[in-house]
Structures are given as C-alpha cells and as structure tokens.
C-alpha cells in the first residue's frame, strides 16, 4: 500500500477507481431497497465474463462429502430473499487526514439490495466439515496484481460465521438475475459484515485447517496504525447513520439550498453489531443534539429509517447525524478518531453545509 498521501487533490489513479466503482446517490436512500443502477459497487481487478449454463461451485478442501453445484442444483434448494445493506470498509476514507490513495469514498459506498439465493449452513453441513477445519475460503474468478501481488480475489470466514444465520449464496437481486457488476452468476453475502467479505463471481469453497494467509485477508481490510503489524481485522459493520441531503444542490460544490422554514430531514441507520437504538440529528455542527424518530427497518439486516423536523433559520449550517446501536457503539466526530492506514471503517458523522435562504 503506498503511504498516505496528505494531497488536497485526487490522483488520477483514484479518479479512475472512482469512475469504475460508483457510490450510491444519496437521494437514494429514500428507497428501502436500493435500485439496481444507484447500488454502490467496488471491483478491485475486471468483471469476470462467466458462462452460467456450464458453471459449477466446488466446495471442496477438508469436507468428506465434496460437491459440485450447478445454478440449477442452487436453485432448486430452498429459497431466501433478504434485504441486507452491503457497505464498504473504505465508505469514509477520503474524510481522512492524511488520506489512504484507493477508492476515495466519502459516505456513498453503500446500498440495500434485496438478494435471493440459499443460506450457505446446509450445503456446508451436506459437505460435511471435518475436525480439522477452522476456516471456509471463499474464491472469486476474478485476478488482478495489488500490492505487487499476482492472486484470485480470495476472502475466509472463520467456521462460526461461515455457519451464521442470513450467510447465503446469491444468485439474484432485486427480483432480477445477478448483474455482473454484482457477482453474475453466484456471490456470496455476509449480512453483518464489510462488504469485503461478500466475494462476488464465486469459483470455489474450500475448507481449510488453519487461518487464511491471502493478501485480502493479511495485507488489506486491517485496522492498523501503520504499515507495519498485523492490526486486527475488519469485521462487521460500523454504526452508520446518513441523510438525504436536504434542499437542492449547488452543481459543482453539492452544498445544498433550503427554504427558510420547516424541513424534514431523512435518512437510513444500520449497524452490523446490534439493532440501531437512536438516530441524533444537530442543526450546528455538533454543538446540539436532539433525537430523531425512528421507522421500523423492512427486515433484520436492513436499514431503519429516520426523520427530524427541522426548523430551518436564515443563514449557513452545517447539518449532522449519528447513530448509535444496542451494542452502545457509536460513531465518531472527528476525522482524526477514525484515522487508520487502510481508511477502514470510518463511519464518521455525516456533515452536510446548508445554506438556508
Ligand atoms: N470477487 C470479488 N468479490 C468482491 C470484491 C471484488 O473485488 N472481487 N469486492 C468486495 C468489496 S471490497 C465490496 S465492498 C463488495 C462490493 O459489492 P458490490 O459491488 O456488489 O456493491 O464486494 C466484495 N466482493
Ligand atoms: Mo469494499
């Protein structure tokens, strides 16, 4: 990883990420489901180009019963649509100081899909684990070199997540097939956790019997304070509260216009350690806080939703939002707080100036 950088502009390199994987429109969070186009999306290498009627999934490695899956074997197991909010562990980064150079993500590395496939435990438990094995890979076809590192695109779960309730393969989304910018034909999806960890154009799942060496695994997704050490692991997600910028946007600057007067503010909250418990919304940059009120999620791994009626004066403001969850984590002010090598999981506030005439 190449040092953070404390340049004020983005590199061209970053330009072009930010071109390949787009953020999702924030306006998109007044959907509860996010359509297909406004889901963010982060590609590391190419989208594989993957002949569904010949594809097979291995799942092989330490298991006494391996097995070869068909889409059709997948799909004529029992079925599960789930609404899951899937964000990157990057979604932040650029707020940082100095800044990691990858996906600039500000707060748009976010979506909730509707993903229909079939939970993950019962092919594992008909693969039938065995004693030696601690961790399942999870191997995509896509290939690229990062970090100087020629590999397959390759993430592990330990063997209590990878037999967690809500962990599925996924072969649509949104009541449609899987696009191929979202895994065409099979991903898998982890509901609680980073995105990272939802590997997308699966090629193989294979057991193994000690933790996954990968570069996704031990070089990036690591909380650490510098390039050296192991740091620990991303898991799951952060607490995370945003708005629909309120107004309308100035073009280039995106700083928003209100009508003096009331305005309702909304947003979505979603938490990948525990329910969401409040949503805080304040008008002056943090200074004073007040409760939103608070909708029911459309299921367990969605997100909730939130309004305040705010009384908006005359003059400039600097709107903000966080929310905290039933585990009592929260989310951080300062740029600084969540500052860490990678840019990982930096759910800090949302801040939103407004200029209110
Ligand atoms: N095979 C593969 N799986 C992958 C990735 C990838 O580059 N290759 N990116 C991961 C990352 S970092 C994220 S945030 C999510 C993004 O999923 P989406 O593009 O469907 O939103 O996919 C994950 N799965
Ligand atoms: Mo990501």
């Excluded at 490695?61 to 990157?88: F, S, Y």
């Excluded at 989304?173 to 990272?196: A, K």
């Excluded at 997704?221 to 997600?237: A, C, D, L």
Aim: glycine share 10%; proline share 9%; with cysteine.
């Amino acid at each position: 990883m190449t040092e953070p950088t404390k340049s004020q502009e983005y590199s061209r390199e970053e330009v072009g990420l930010a071109l390949r994987n787009h953020g999702m429109h924030l306006e998109g969070l007044r959907y509860p489901v996010t359509p297909v186009g406004m889901h963010y999306l982060l590609i590391h290498y190419d989208i594989p180009f993957i002949d569904a009627t010949t594809y097979e999934l291995p799942v092989g490695g330490l298991v006494r019963n391996p097995l070869r899956l068909t889409l059709d074997d997948l799909k004529t197991r029992p079925a599960v649509t789930v609404p899951v909010v899937m964000e990157c562990s990057g979604n932040g980064r650029a707020h940082l100081y100095p800044r990691p150079v990858s996906a600039p993500w500000r707060e748009e590395a976010v979506g909730c899909a509707e993903w229909t496939g079939t939970p993950l435990r019962p092919i594992l438990q008909e693969a039938r684990l065995s004693d030696e094995a601690v961790e399942v890979v999870f191997a995509g076809y896509d290939r690229g070199v990062e970090g100087g590192v020629e590999q397959d695109f390759e993430r592990s779960l330990p063997l209590e997540d990878a037999l967690d309730d809500g962990v599925m393969l996924a072969y649509g989304m949104n009541g449609g097939p899987l696009p191929p910018q979202h895994g065409f034909p099979l991903r898998l999806i982890v509901p609680e956790w980073y995105g990272m960890a939802s590997v997308k154009w699966l090629k193989e799942i294979r057991a193994i019997g000690e933790p996954f060496e990968g570069f996704q695994q031990t070089d990036r997704y690591r909380h650490k304070q510098s390039e050296e050490g192991p740091g620990s692991p991303m898991t799951r997600k952060n607490p995370h509260a945003l708005m629909v910028p309120p107004g309308i946007p100035d073009y280039l600057s995106r700083v928003r216009h209100v009508r003096a007067g009331r305005t309702l503010v909304e947003g979505r909250a979603w938490s990948g350690w525990a329910p969401i418990e409040s949503v805080e919304f304040s008008p002056d940059d943090g200074r004073t806080w007040d409760a939103a009120a608070l909708g029911e999620p459309i299921g367990h791994y969605a997100w909730r939703p939130w309004s305040y009626e705010w009384d908006a004066e005359p003059g400039e403001h600097e709107l903000c939002v966080r929310a905290t969850d039933a585990s009592g984590r929260t989310q951080p002010t300062d740029n600084d707080e969540a500052w860490n090598y990678g840019g990982y999981g930096a759910n800090v506030l949302q801040r939103v100036p407004v200029i209110v005439d």
